[in-house]
Nanobody, 114 residues
Framework: QVQLVESGGGLVQPGGSLRLSCAAS????????VGWYRQAPGKMREAVAR???????IYLESVKGRFTITVDDDHNTMYLQMNNLKVEDTAVYFC????????WGQGTQVTVSL
C-alpha cells in the first residue's frame, strides 16, 4: 500500500499562488498514474489534475492554464502548482493514485478569499 501525505495548503487572496505537495512512501509515484482531487463544502469530490505514466495530463476545464501537476522522482513527491487562484478553487485538496486508489488522506485545505 502506498501512503500519501498532502501539505502546502493555506489562505491566499484571489490571483495568488500555492504549491501543494504529496509525499509518498511504500511505492514509487512514477510507477503509477497519479492525480489531485478536491472537495468543496457540500459538493462531490472531483478530479482536478491527472498525470499518466505516458506523461500525458488531464485537467479539470476550470483549472486549465492555471494548475500544473508534476512528479519529482528524486523526492517521490507529487506537486500541484496553482496560479491565479479563484474563490471557487476553495476546497480540501487530496492526492491519490488514479488507477489504484489508496485510502484517502486528510487532505490540505485551500482557501481563496479576500
Amino acid at each position: 500500500q502506498v501512503q500519501l501525505v498532502e501539505s502546502g495548503g493555506g489562505l491566499v487572496q484571489p490571483g495568488g499562488s500555492l504549491r501543494l505537495s504529496c509525499a509518498a512512501s511504500g511505492g514509487r509515484l512514477s510507477d503509477f498514474a497519479v492525480g489531485w482531487y478536491r472537495q468543496a463544502p457540500g459538493k462531490m469530490r472531483e478530479a482536478v489534475a491527472r498525470l499518466f505514466r505516458s506523461g500525458s495530463t488531464i485537467y479539470l476545464e476550470s483549472v486549465k492554464g492555471r494548475f500544473t501537476i508534476t512528479v519529482d522522482d528524486d523526492h517521490n513527491t507529487m506537486y500541484l502548482q496553482m496560479n491565479n487562484l479563484k474563490v471557487e478553487d476553495t476546497a480540501v485538496y487530496f492526492c491519490n493514485l488514479e488507477l489504484n486508489p489508496q485510502p484517502w488522506g486528510q487532505g490540505t485545505q485551500v482557501t481563496v478569499s479576500l
